[in-house]
């Protein structure tokens, strides 16, 4: 079965850095998209950033251009969030998720657990 498993999650300094990572299993990694998703304290899901079959396209919310980077390891079924210069509004859970095509519509259709990242002196 398809399983996506978070970890790297943390308590970081405003201005520091952490890097998250998502561990695939059950499907062919290297044949999807995959995006990273957050949603912070009393908030909805917020799309991060979204990466294509071989990394060699990314895209990012307004919110993180710049700040965070995207990667994948297809050899590994690893996905990646590089996060720097982070601030207390970063503060969230967050998931990978597996952008599947059903009917020409994409949709992000499997999700990990998520990881927590918290932003605070």
């Known amino acids: 079965q398809v399983q996506l498993v978070e970890s790297g999650g943390g308590l970081v300094q405003p201005g520091g850095s952490l890097r998250v990572s998502c561990v695939a299993s059950g499907f062919t990694f290297s044949s999807y998209f995959m995006s990273w998703v957050r949603q912070a304290p009393g908030k909805g899901l917020e799309w991060v950033s979204l990466i294509n079959v071989s990394g060699g396209s990314t895209y990012y919310a307004d919110s993180v251009k710049g700040r965070f980077t995207i990667s994948r390891d297809n050899a590994k079924n690893t996905l990646y969030l590089q996060m720097d210069s982070l601030n207390p509004e970063d503060t969230a859970l967050y998931y990978c998720?597996?952008?599947?095509?059903?009917?020409?519509?994409?949709?992000?259709?499997?999700w990990g657990q998520g990881t927590a990242v918290t932003v605070s002196s």
């Open positions: 998720a597996r952008v599947g095509s059903y009917n020409g519509i994409e949709v992000h259709d499997y």
